[in-house]
């Protein structure tokens, strides 16, 4: 069976440290991942996809990148954080077909709290 | 650009009552799908009922079923026989290409006894 991690659970950082996030995808190739962030109180935010290894889309620009140096991780990250970085980061993954709709799975979320 | 409209923030229900969770949507595309996911406190994103735009038949999964009507662009959510665990938040989304989802702003459903 297929599973997500994520980690850490939670952060707490200094405004203007580093961010490293990390997701990882088991029991399956080739996914499409997915970094959202989700604000307290609010809905999803798609910050970034990825259809493939290296392969990176932006959906919102900010201080945030992401990369995938292997086909189930996927890492969300920043050189500066922001205050308005503080949020729910939660990374997913969907069986890669384009033309069919499927489910996507999400991760148990990192918590992030920027000081 | 696609739009998801939850215009409840907030929705109360009697325990063992249906309840009905409002959700619009906005696109272009011939080609979609509509989720709903619920959000316990815990954080965790559950994945419910899945709507497929040329779907002619309405979704369902078990106490779950979506009220598709796509003329109105509408994809509302029937609780059936709520229970206490429904409590939670519930995102209403759409797929486009890429698989890429545009999430509501969600409602907050909570079950009295």
């Known amino acids: 069976s297929q599973t997500i991690h994520q980690w850490p659970a939670t952060l707490v950082q200094p405004v203007g440290s580093p961010l490293s996030l990390e997701c990882t995808v088991e029991?399956?190739?080739?996914?499409?991942l997915y970094w959202y962030r989700q604000a307290a109180g609010r809905g999803l935010q798609l910050l970034f996809y990825?259809?493939?290894?290296?392969?990176i889309s932006s959906e919102v620009p900010q201080n945030l990148s992401a990369s995938r140096p292997q086909d189930r991780q996927f890492i969300l990250s920043s050189k500066k954080l922001l205050l308005s970085d503080s949020g729910f980061y939660l990374c997913?993954?969907?069986?890669?077909?384009?033309?069919?709709?499927?489910?996507?799975?999400f991760g148990p979320g990192t918590r992030l709290t920027v000081l | 650009a696609q739009k998801i409209t939850q215009t409840q923030p907030g929705m109360f229900v009697q325990e063992k009552e249906a309840v009905t969770l409002d959700c619009t949507y906005d696109?272009?595309?011939?080609?979609?799908?509509l989720f709903w996911y619920k959000q316990p406190s815990s954080g965790e994103m559950i994945f419910l009922i899945y709507?497929?735009?040329?779907?002619?038949q309405n979704a369902t999964e078990g106490r779950y079923s979506l009220n598709f009507q796509k003329a109105r662009k509408s994809a509302n959510l029937v609780i059936s026989a709520s229970q206490l665990g429904d409590s939670a938040m519930y995102f209403c989304?759409?797929?486009?290409?890429?698989?890429?989802?545009?999430f509501g702003t969600g409602t907050k459903l909570q079950v009295i006894p």
């Open positions: 709507q497929g735009s040329y779907d002619e």
């Open positions: 696109t272009s595309d011939q080609s979609y799908g």
């Open positions: 029991g399956t190739s080739n996914p499409n």
């Open positions: 989304a759409m797929v486009r290409g890429y698989q890429k989802v545009t």
């Open positions: 990825s259809v493939g290894i290296g392969q």
């Open positions: 997913a993954w969907v069986a890669g077909a384009i033309n069919v709709y499927n489910e996507q799975f």
